[in-house]
């Protein structure tokens, strides 16, 4: 090399030394920073933290030794070269890290959404419905116009008045009402012609399809408007004097756990509504399944209690019966204390999907194999033959949802739906890549779909105990049983409709096998 040559390669030195440090710094940042977010998780197990912090040490090191080692001595082309691939992997770090920090971010973000119970003037507390006659020529809230429109007292009472007022504004008249003291007085003068029109609720409209007295009102009425009606709506009207106490608390509401989840046994209640809406909303629950947890043992026991079942409702101080399905009418935590009550355990914890958030659960696992012991075929036509099937959502859906295949109705389809949740855990709990790549997205997907009142902490404390040890879980089910009857219910007290009353020694079998699952005694 000549004297000229020299000072143009220090010079070059100097440039490069430059870039060097500054691509080593971007990598330490991005590099610590991921690590940090991981760490903070608080669901990867130790081992996988300090393994992940070691790779990522020794390609700093590497790195360092192929940006700065030589870089004074004169470039050839195994230099260039070294370089090359010493920057293509900081920006491959750098940019990895990136993803890695916003996967975290939505995990955390997504486990804060269904952990926690939006509560605001925003929020919808009822769905309430303009109802005619299906014979009625009005089809529109101004063809309404003049008429005086009847509201039930009780329960409703204030949601019914909030629809009123929003329908004074929509005609920009005050709207003429006269209030019954039932729902079932309220259909009374719809259909005997006493008043034109009536306000109820979607899920009373729903109920009072379910009576013997009012099978068909649905078909015999056309809703003509649905107004949601939120806290900021209820903000100027009285309460009704008539109405009962109220909903039984919201889905904070539970008995946690005194201890570590991880260590102690726990009751879940899982809560399903038969909807494909995406918002999930307070509503009767069609799957009501207790989900007995023991970590020491490994053992999950799921108990099914048809929707039917005719039990206490926690509302009414003298402990008049209901359909198991209307307590959730009353909020979560009523269904959990009903069912507390029947099986003498406490629950401690809930969970509430919807039917949609099952088939996108499903089909972000990849979808799930079952034993179907009988071959059917769904309402929507979907046949499931006899043995091991492989279920995509909505398959699963359709599964999970159908009863009227089956000589014993909502009882098999409880039993279907255990198989279903048992598949699931199943499968997230026997692949660790099931958890670390579907986590992220199965969260995000059940948003507005899933609500959980298991605190994030002990959340993140499950996850990083299977990650840890990804034990086999030994998942057994029992379902109750109950005969078939007709009776009034504390919800729609003007009326009969179906119900099952319990069958106690089913009722008893069941929480002995609660009590021992929570013992640690094997079943």
């Known amino acids: 090399m000549?004297?000229?040559?020299?000072?143009?390669?220090?010079a070059g030195s100097k440039i490069w030394k430059g870039f060097a440090t500054i691509v080593f710094i971007a990598q330490v940042a991005a590099s610590v920073i991921v690590f940090v977010k991981a760490f903070m998780l608080g669901m990867i197990p130790d081992k996988y933290l300090y393994g992940m912090g070691i790779v990522l040490w020794l390609l700093l090191m590497i790195n360092a030794l192929m940006l700065f080692v030589g870089s004074k001595r004169p470039v050839t082309g195994g230099k260039v070269l070294?370089?090359?691939?010493?920057?293509?992997?900081?920006?491959?770090?750098?940019?990895?890290?990136?993803?890695?920090?916003?996967?975290?971010?939505?995990?955390?973000?997504?486990l804060g959404e269904v952990t926690t119970q939006v509560s605001s003037d925003d929020t919808p507390v009822a769905m309430m419905n303009l109802y005619v006659l299906a014979t009625d020529p009005a089809k529109t809230v101004a063809d309404c116009k003049g008429y005086t429109v009847g509201i039930a007292a009780g329960n409703d009472s204030r949601n019914s008045k909030a629809a009123l007022n929003k329908m004074s504004a929509e005609t920009g008249i005050p709207v003429q009402s006269k209030e019954y003291g039932s729902e079932s007085e309220l259909i009374s003068a719809l259909y005997g012609g006493e008043t034109k029109a009536i306000i109820i609720s979607s899920t009373q409209a729903e109920i009072l399809s379910e009576t013997e007295e009012y099978q068909g009102f649905v078909d015999k009425c056309r809703m003509v408007r649905e107004y949601e009606i939120t806290n900021a709506d209820l903000a100027f009207i009285p309460a009704d004097p008539n109405a009962s106490e109220g909903n039984s608390g919201s889905m904070n509401d539970n008995n946690a756990v005194n201890g570590d989840i991880t260590k102690t046994p726990f009751i879940l209640y899982i809560s399903g509504s038969d909807t494909r809406n995406k918002q999930f909303k307070?509503?009767?629950?069609?799957?009501?399944?207790?989900?007995?947890?023991?970590?020491?043992?490994?053992?999950?026991?799921?108990?099914?209690?048809?929707?039917?079942?005719?039990?206490?409702?926690?509302?009414?101080?003298k402990g008049e019966r209901d359909k198991l399905t209307h307590l959730g009418l009353y909020g979560v935590g009523c269904s959990m204390k009903g069912l507390g009550d029947l099986y003498g355990c406490t629950v401690n914890y809930s969970v509430q999907i919807n039917f949609t958030g099952l088939q996108t659960l499903v089909d972000q696992l990849g979808g799930v194999t079952i034993d179907n012991p009988q071959a059917f075929t769904a309402e929507n036509g979907i046949k499931f033959k006899k043995g091991t099937i492989t279920l995509n959502g909505e398959q699963a859906l359709a599964y999970a949802r159908e009863r009227h295949a089956f000589s014993s109705g909502d009882n098999m389809r409880g039993q279907n739906q255990m198989r279903i949740i048992t598949a699931m855990v199943n499968k997230v709990t026997s692949n660790k890549s099931q958890i670390l790549k579907n986590y992220a997205g199965i969260m995000s997907a059940l948003s507005g779909m899933f609500k959980t009142s298991v605190p994030t902490s002990e959340i993140e404390k499950l996850v990083k105990m299977q990650l840890n040890d990804m034990s086999q879980w030994k998942i057994s089910s029992y379902a109750v049983t109950g005969k078939n009857g007709s009776e009034k219910t504390y919800t729609s007290p003007g009326h009969k409709a179906y119900v099952m009353w319990p069958d106690e020694k089913a009722v008893s079998a069941g929480s002995e096998k609660i009590r021992k699952v929570v013992s640690g005694e094997p079943l």
Do not use: H, W
């Open 282 to 317: 307070t509503s009767r629950s069609d799957v009501n399944i207790l989900m007995v947890v023991n970590p020491k043992t490994k053992q999950i026991l799921l108990v099914n209690t048809p929707r039917d079942y005719y039990i206490p409702n926690p509302k009414s101080k």
């Open 2 to 10: 000549s004297y000229n040559e020299q000072p143009q390669a220090t």
């Open 82 to 110: 070294r370089r090359f691939i010493a920057v293509i992997l900081a920006i491959c770090i750098c940019f990895g890290s990136v993803l890695a920090y916003q996967a975290i971010d939505r995990v955390k973000a997504a």
